[in-house]
């Protein structure tokens, strides 16, 4: 396999709305600053890859305007997923792999503001059997942190730690959304949003967008100090339906944590795709991650949760800290669909 | 394919073929930045188009992004409301949403000032008269009815000016040098120019060579 | 192409038609994954990755489907990717799936196709108004009739031409026997008096809106050398390509769009075809508005600009004439859109395998499937041969 590293990642930072701007608009910036962080223009990339769904948009083929901010021309090789960013990583790592290109542009967005979002996801549900419940997606995870706590796996207390933790570090990081320090205990004291669901265990509702820059062996090299290089890279998905899985394990991701070499070596950061507090829980374990990670030190999903982004970032923010040599080995999460369905688990890792 | 055994409670019911689920969602769309400017100018009767650099193309109905820059487009570039009909054609098919009489002509106009010609609907004139060259003028609405959207202009009528025979067609040969293998030799990205770098395009299509 | 080899060692399809009463999503799916299967000799099991491509989710009425239809496809604790570039996507489908075996990351990959779009209403999802822009287009004809007449004013071509198309692809859908339409009483006068729709398209100039699926399985050499030992002849990928350009763009030509052309000069490069007309032996193209066969024998290189007509109008791309385009009734007769442009792709391949039945042309050695999506601006392509590259 080739060599291929994180060269540059930029984000927007994670708000409740921008309504100012339209999509194209929103993402510019990100893709601008990826490009300039390297000093690369749109030239100089070998393949794009975006992720993004029309559901968030509200209008069918929506990915087609926003492709305009990246300049597409001359014609540009180009393909785009209706999956979280994360994925369409993943194909250009596999373009990458081919040979013939050395450069990739990955970008996400979506605004989530224009619809409801929990609405907006039961359209997810299976069509017939689920989704005329319209069974939103915090009662769904609801029902995964009812079974989680009643397995005795983890408490409440467990929930509330990972809550607090996450608005705290949020608050070194500019583009979080939701950042405050408020200990476990205060927030146990809270009332139910969704029972057992505290309104501090559901994530936000983010509009953002986020680009990554991936460059093959020498010309990462030529272009960054630090690549984040790409060391295994695998992703799964189990059946939608919730009866058909253990709720509280993440099957697909301990195999995809497997393959792509999780436990090859230690890990340092882990930044965890988690929208709701105890997937965090359960993720950790998949992934066999001990005490001695630090887990999203960037805030995770709870302190911004773009959709179709937020998995991205996660791979940009472990990058981030391999390339400032904070870290040298960490692990990246990215999910997709109710309850932790799809999982694309990533490691990276600095030169020694 | 596996028979499926039904349980005897279910034997000689009536299987379920289909079911109709309504589902509705609400969305609150923004225009965001360069579309409430445009629109802004339209309820001033006036048509707005934006650029990125003072060099680069005037856009209109402005989107947000010049797709070739791959840039915002801050600059605002006040076009005629008079233009040139680049292609145009004859509706005959009344489509869910449109409140529109058939046959109505729906045409591609190049606003004079402007880089990108923009749809619209072209009366005042039977369809089979229409023609690639004619120059038309907005007629917008009354003024008490005019809002902020692209159809407070009603349509395009003919101005009566002699036809522009040498229209620049956006994307044709003549005007901006694309073709797709002239003499069967590949194109290349270089057979048009790079917006960015100012680079390629061939002398025969016009560009810099 | 990528340092390890692909072929297409089974092909599926469903029954196309304007909606199948019969079967769910997840039974049309497994319909035409279950005979590519078939067709290649293997189980449900035996598949590494799952790659699903279709278009728009308003289509079904479901967003991202793929996630409910994981395990209808096998997918659990396997790769499942969903790739959507609008109306090529079935093509570019095809290119991401043939990728990972390429990359040498799997071994044996299912892609499937599909659009069921009598599940929603495939007009109203077409014409969704876009924000703050008035609703002119009446569905993707109004939007492509103008260039369509761009193309006979430039190419001075005669009326007809489009009309000879349709009905060429009609009768070709006569042989193909999961073609939606079946029109074995369609003539040149027929089509001439159907309605005009979008002047200059007629009603039966027009592609129909399909319920269906395609699917395939891609293996690697070795896959592919054990099926040929077996008497299943692979179709070797001999090139692969995708090019986008922006859809409202100055300097963009959406007659001969650029986009178009480079990715035919980049497969042809990939497939060691210099000179197209000749070294290409059968074409399956997307051609959801007759006169789009002209412009994209133009576009692919397969005649000079402003020549294209003359071909269709001599009869070249007739199944019986020297480069049959087409041969499966292509998108004017079947167009459930996510799974038209992995049909093309099929057909290349079905011709190249020699197992397209009664539209088989003889002694394909090389077969291009195309693919474009959007405001002909997305394009995929793949070069199919009975070579290994």
New interface residues.
Partial sequence: ?RDIAVISFAQTPGRRSV???????ML?PA??GALEQVDM???DIGF?CSGS???LA????S???T?????????????????DGA?AL??AW??L???ELDTALVYAYAKS????LP???T??????TV??LWADSVSLAALQARALLDSGKATEADMATVAARSRKDAMDNPNAQLAWDRPASDLLTDGYHIAPLRKSDCPPITDGAACIILAAGDVARSKVERPAWIRGI????????LG?RDLTVS??TR?AADKAGVAGGKVDVAELHAPFSHQELILVDALGLDSETSINPSGGALAANAMMTAGLIRIGEVANRISNGSADRGVAHAT???CL??NLVAVLEGDA | MPEIQLPPSLQGVEPVRSVRTPARLDYTFTPGEATSRFLKGITQKKIIGQRATPDSRVYVPPRGADPELGAATPIEVEVAQVGTVTSFCVVNLQFYGSGMEIPYTSALVLLDGADLSIMHLIQEIPADQVRVGMRVEAVWRDDADIEPTLESIKWFRPTGEPDDVNVRIPGEIRGTGLGSWPGGVAPTELTVRNPRTGLGGTAEFGGEG | MGHERVAVVGIGQTKHEATRGDVSVAGLLREAAGRALADAEMTWTDVDAVVIGKAPDFFEGVMMPELFLADALGCTGKPMFRVHTAGSVGGSTAIVASQLISAGIHERVLTVAFEKQSESEAMWALSLPIPFTPPLHAGAGGYFAPHIRSYIRRAKAPDHIGMLVALKDRQNGVKNPYAHLHEPDISFDSIKESMMLWDPIRYAETCPSSDGACALVLGSEKVADEAAAQGRKPAWIQGTAMRSEPTLSAERDTVLPLGGALCAADVYKQAGITNPRKDVDAVEMYVPFSWFEPMWLENLGFAEPGEGWKMTEAGATALDGDLPVNMSGGVLCTNPIGASGMLRFAEAAMQVRGTAGDHQVDSVRKAVGHAYGGGSQFFAMWVVGKDKP
């Fill in positions: 396999m309504p100012e701007l339209n999509e194209v608009e510019m893709i601008h223009t749109i030239d794009t769904t029309d559901y509200g209008t069918a083929f990915f087609v305007s492709l305009d901010g990246v300049g597409p021309w001359p014609p540009i090789q180009e393909s785009h997923v209706e999956m994925w993943y194909e596999v373009k792999q081919l040979g503001s224009p619809g409801d609405m907006v996801l359209r997810q549900l299976d069509p017939i989704a005329p695998d992703h799964r998905v189990e059946p939608i339906h058909l099957e697909s195999i997709s669909g109710p369905q799809q």
